[in-house]
């Protein structure tokens, strides 16, 4: 698993990388009510804005890691945001992204950086 | 966040592990362990207690009760002479353009008018108030609490049975864990409860009494907001401010007649040459509730629209969150007259999407009031 310093984790499965939000990121953001996620099929970006997450507190956006394709969405996280709350890193991830140059994950974090980082 | 002012209570927030903000000039606890929305759901389920010290409490004495409303009513629209000794009154002060200058409580407790006003305006409060020729004191010697949600009434029974007997915006001395405090039966939630000024150095003692009970749990300024914001509260600033006149804030309810056209003591305060023909014969734009559809909660500045493309703004969101207990996004906002109908759907514009949004009653949920 990879860490990018927004707070984003990425785990590279075998049709794609999938995309979720850490529990520090989650804890940060408290109890999270709606979460609008991109269109399977979307060519997407790095860093472009794609999700929308409103937490009690505020919105905020969660921006594509890497240049790619959506594959697959989390509609069940769209249905029940606070999944992002209760399983960062399990049944709360975001989106699956067909990587168009996976080179671009080297620049991401171990979790032990990662841990370091929010310590 | 050296500069800011605390309350009397700021150690005891840390302690039980709040998240302490900036508000209003304050360190104030946004919200505890137990999260916003748990905060919010528990005082609607069993009771929270708050920390509104921040808030203002002023003492206006003249010869009489009679001489000190009267004063007030030069500056606050409402009938002040008229209130019973031991009940509690909504107001506000307006300025000359009709605006509301900022929103209060006010209460007859016998002597005295005692008046709650909002933390970030009591300074300029304070001031319009000692150009009255009354005695205005602002009271610096005590904290203010507010035990809110419908297990209130039994807890604070509990240490005083007084407390039971104690109607909606009702106001009177209750000794409290051996305090003597100023207690009102009223609050910002739309529950009931009970918004208590107890001594300075006696409210960290009444805080943990009160939290000793397995129904209390503390909650920050985060839930606050939440839950006035489903009961349809206004809150100063944002829903109503210094150029919306009490009328478009749909306030007129708190205006009696005896202050408008007509009326024994009509008129007579700041901006009565805009209010009172308002009243009579309406206003452009209103404050109403609004639903949007949909899970996405729109905030403060969301603009408003008639149509689904095109067209004018016809109005814009001042408060909107997610709310806990409705389950659902709830706003507030202003809105053009016509427009304010219940029922009526117009669209909101978030993210450059223009979505749903229909007119609807306020509170959002049922007002629990001990009448």
């Not at chain 2, 409303?69 to 000359?96: D, K, M, S």
């Not at chain 2, 509990?158 to 007997?165: F, N, Q």
């Not at chain 2, 150095?201 to 489903?230: C, F, K, M, N, Y």
């Not at chain 2, 100063?236 to 478009?248: A, H, I, S």
């Amino acid at each position: 698993m990879k860490f990018t310093e927004e707070h984003e984790w990425l785990r590279v499965e075998e049709d794609g990388v999938v995309v979720g939000i850490t529990e520090h990121a989650t804890t940060q953001l408290g109890d999270i009510v709606f979460v609008e996620l991109p269109e399977v099929g979307t060519t997407v970006t790095k860093d472009e804005e794609i999700v929308v997450i409103e937490s009690v507190k505020a919105a905020s956006d969660i921006m594509a890691p890497i240049d790619g394709v959506i594959v697959e969405v989390n509609e069940a996280l769209a249905e029940d945001p606070a999944m992002a709350n209760e399983d960062p890193l399990g049944n709360g991830w975001f989106f699956k992204i067909e990587a168009s140059d996976p080179s671009q994950m080297d620049e991401y974090m171990t979790e032990a950086a990662y841990l370091k980082l929010i310590a | 966040m050296s500069d800011l002012l605390e309350t009397p209570l700021h150690d005891f927030h840390v302690e039980l592990g709040a998240k302490m903000v900036p508000f209003a000039g304050y360190a104030m606890p946004v919200q505890y362990p137990l999260g916003v929305m748990q905060e919010h759901l528990h005082t609607r389920a069993k009771a929270g207690l708050f920390d509104v010290s921040h808030m203002g409490q002023v003492i206006v004495k003249g010869a009489d009760y009679g001489a000190a409303a009267a004063a007030l009513e030069t500056l606050i629209p409402v009938n002040i002479a008229g209130l019973g000794e031991g009940r509690q009154r909504y107001g506000f002060f307006t300025n000359e353009r009709g605006g509301i200058k900022d929103d209060l409580m006010l209460a007859n407790r016998g002597d005295h008018v005692f008046v709650v006003v909002n933390a970030a305006c009591k300074v300029a409060d304070i001031a319009h108030m000692k150009t009255l020729d009354v005695e205005v004191t602002e009271v610096t010697d005590r904290a203010l609490l507010a035990l809110q949600g419908p297990a209130a009434e039994a807890v604070l029974a509990a240490m005083d049975p007084r407390a039971a007997d104690m109607k909606f915006l009702d106001v009177t001395d209750l000794t409290l864990n051996g305090v003597t405090c100023w207690v009102s039966r009223s609050g910002y939630t739309g529950e009931d409860g009970y918004e208590i000024s107890v001594p300075a150095a006696e409210a960290v003692e009444l805080a943990q009494a009160l939290l000793a009970h397995e129904d209390v749990e503390p909650i920050g300024l985060g839930a606050r907001d939440s839950l006035r914001l489903e009961a349809g509260l206004c809150l100063y600033g944002q829903d109503m401010d210094d150029g919306l006149n009490p009328v478009e804030a749909s306030l007129a309810w708190a205006i009696q007649k005896v202050r408008r056209t007509g009326g024994a003591r009509a008129g007579g305060f700041p901006g009565a040459d805009v209010i009172l023909p308002a009243l009579e014969n309406g206003v452009d734009r209103r404050r109403v509730g609004l639903r949007p559809e949909g899970r996405a909660p729109m905030r403060q500045g969301v603009p408003l629209f008639k149509d689904e493309t095109g067209g004018e703004q016809i109005g814009f969101i001042t408060s909107g969150a997610y709310g806990p207990s409705v389950s659902a996004p709830v706003a507030i906002g202003i809105i053009a007259d016509g427009l304010h109908e219940i029922g009526t759907q117009v669209y909101g514009e978030l993210r450059g999407k223009r979505l749903p949004v229909t007119v609807a009653e306020l509170p959002f949920v049922p007002a629990k009031f001990k009448r």
